[in-house]
């Protein structure tokens, strides 16, 4: 492939990757929802894991489910019913929420695939719940196992475990350049790589990500006009939200979420595969369903130091029980340290409207005002 230096390159990356994807294997493709699962199991197994975002488009589903339940929630299972993931092996669903637990009721019963498992996520990272998290990821390694027919060896594991090490490395290095200022790839572009990783095999996409982080760090210094923002929240589709801020002025200093800054965290070899993974997951940078707010906040304000960032975005789905719990602790909290913070409750990949802008732009205006 090319090396990475224009825009137009980076729609040339972005067109190879598709047809990689279009010729990946037939079988042993897994769908799944959330980052607490631990994908080096499957990729061991030798099995394709695909992180589901589906066009939000939820008619069949909203006979069965709440209309209440996130949007996210629905468009998963409106797919499902609609006959959108036929071409996946299985499904592997998390206890996120409440939203996600009836969702693996309904998906189970009126969307059945031939293998569809539930991971109980707990939600403290104490011993105990290591201890528990490490046996059901045992329970799900058998699964796998039994059901693909495949052999889940030590050796396989620790092969899967330090080429996602890999992947984290180069994500923070990139990360690092663009805090820096390092390259002409704006955050929407950054963030368009590290979603790419789902639907390509590991070493195929870290010899991409490779390429994407030498080519990016080989350009031009990007100037650094317009207020620094950080942003954190349950951003399933973050483009929008970022461009918006990038398009009044802002300029972004940090994503805090699944698809971005949670996901550099390496996993240390101590103990099993199995223990490793049990342990590095649950203490990784944690989402609003854990019981973390705490260290949440400390992060985030570490975050933001480091950064420079005047600001936070707080960006939620409409019905994200998690994150709406969450957002007037931390707000208090952050804002008794002096630092502004803007909610903003968005629809799952919808595009932003004008009363949406016109807070964001105003909220920019005041950063940029204050210095």
Not at 231 to 253: K, M, P, Y
Not at 330 to 341: F, N, Q, T
Request: proline share 5%.
């Amino acid at each position: 492939m090319a090396r990475i230096t224009t825009k137009t390159e980076i729609d040339r990356f972005s067109k190879e990757y598709d047809e990689r994807v279009a010729n990946l294997p037939k079988k042993g493709k897994l769908g799944y929802t959330c980052t607490y699962l631990p994908i080096e199991i499957l990729e061991a197994a030798g099995l394709t894991p695909i992180r589901i975002t589906p066009e939000p488009i939820s008619e069949k589903a909203d006979a069965f489910l709440d209309p209440n339940f996130c949007p996210y929630v629905r468009a998963c299972l409106g797919k499902a019913m609609a006959g959108g993931y036929n071409h996946l092996d299985g499904i592997i669903l998390t206890n996120t929420c409440d939203g996600m637990r009836r969702l693996f009721d309904a998906w189970a019963y009126y969307a059945p695939t031939p293998f569809i498992f539930f991971l109980d996520v707990p939600r403290k990272t104490d011993q105990q719940s290591v201890r528990y998290f490490q046996r059901q990821l045992e329970h799900l390694a058998d699964k796998l196992e039994e059901h693909f027919k495949v052999d889940l060896s030590k050796e396989a594991l620790i092969h899967a475990i330090e080429e996602a090490n890999r992947t984290r490395k180069l994500y923070a290095t990139l990360i690092s350049q663009w805090t820096s200022g390092v390259g002409f790839l704006s955050y929407s572009e950054v963030l368009d790589i590290f979603q790419k990783e789902y639907e390509v095999p590991r070493e195929v996409f870290n010899c991409i990500l490779q390429e994407a982080l030498e080519a990016a760090g080989s350009g031009s210094q990007r100037g650094h006009s317009g207020a620094p923002v950080f942003i954190t929240g349950s951003i399933l589709d973050g483009d929008s939200i970022i461009n918006l801020v990038e398009e009044v002025g802002g300029r972004i200093a940090g994503v805090d979420c699944c698809l971005a800054e949670r996901k550099v965290q390496q996993v240390p070899l101590e103990g099993t595969p199995i223990q490793a993974l049990s342990r590095s997951y649950l203490n990784k940078l944690p989402c609003a369903r854990m019981m973390e707010t705490e260290r949440r906040i400390s992060y985030l304000v570490s975050r933001m130091e480091e950064t420079e960032a005047k600001g936070l975005i707080y960006v939620a789905l409409k019905f994200c029980d998690p994150y709406l719990y969450e957002f007037p602790y931390l707000k208090e909290e952050l804002e008794a340290r002096g630092i502004p913070v803007l909610f903003l409750e968005a629809e799952y990949r919808g595009r932003p409207g004008g009363g949406m802008r016109t807070r964001v732009q105003a909220f920019m205006e005041m950063l940029q005002r204050r210095g």
